[in-house]
């Protein structure tokens, strides 16, 4: 049995102590995963973190989305800054055993503010993009093309329609190992960081995808699998952010 078969996926749903920093409603959500072989993307983590796998299996995940009403604690949303589209390239790791989270390695954000206060604060690896979120019928259309900083070009184009009824995921499945993720990791200044997030279980279905054109797995150095990718989508969550840690 490998160290990610026994890690505690169920403690990190529940809410932190400690006092919230930012609030954030994450809307439209989009999750795309391929398997990958494993030793592909270990090459590509900062020391201290393990890739975190499912069944010996190891998975990068495409994430559109939009976030709406993104503010810090104490202060109003203003509707320029808290409303935005965003779309991630990420897998899944932990440290020491413990704390399974998300390693990104590119967010896609069509705020310029936001990105410059997310890399100069939280040191994400954000991109400032021009994006866009459409609806046609029952069909949602999204869209990102980077701007800045390189690597570019770097694009992601692809539509979904969500199928099926909605249900929070079974602990010990594949799509909670995919979905259900609480901290996320940085690496700056020699050191890991942590970060945690708390919401609701997601709500999740399956989802048909149609015309798929996407560079933004290549530009972060991974070779996208020709497969199919696994689809899942929901209406979304709010979530409570609290300050980053050193791990």
């Not at 954030?24 to 975190?52: I, S, Y």
């Not at 495409?62 to 897998?91: D, I, K, Q, Y």
């Not at 704390?99 to 410059?116: K, T």
């Amino acid at each position: 049995m490998s160290e990610s078969d026994t890690l505690d996926r169920i403690s990190p749903t529940r809410r932190p102590a400690g006092r919230t920093v930012m609030y954030q409603r994450w809307r439209t959500l989009l999750f795309l995963h391929w398997e990958v072989p494993a030793e592909a993307l270990a090459r590509l983590l900062p020391p201290g973190l393990t890739l975190d796998t499912y069944e010996g299996r190891a998975f990068v995940g495409l994430v559109p989305f939009t976030m709406r009403g993104v503010r810090p604690a104490g202060l109003p949303p203003f509707p320029p800054l808290s409303n935005f589209h965003e779309t991630n390239v990420r897998t899944y790791v932990h440290r020491e055993g413990k704390d399974p989270g998300v390693w990104f390695f590119s967010l896609e954000a069509a705020n310029s503010i936001a990105v410059r206060l997310a890399r100069a604060w939280f040191k994400l690896p954000y991109h400032f993009a021009r994006m866009q979120l459409d609806r046609e019928g029952e069909w949602i259309s999204y869209r990102s093309e980077r701007l800045w900083p390189a690597p570019v070009p770097a694009r992601c184009a692809v539509r979904c329609l969500p199928k099926g009824e909605a249900t929070a995921s079974t602990p010990g499945t594949l799509q909670h190992f995919l979905v259900e993720r609480y901290f996320l990791y940085t690496a700056h200044g020699g050191a890991l960081w942590r970060g945690q997030v708390h919401h609701p279980p997601y709500q999740v279905r399956g989802a048909e995808v149609e015309g798929l054109d996407e560079t933004l797995l290549e530009a972060a150095g991974i070779q996208r699998p020709a497969s199919t990718p696994l689809a899942h989508f929901s209406d979304g969550v709010d979530v409570d952010v609290f300050r980053l840690m050193r791990a």
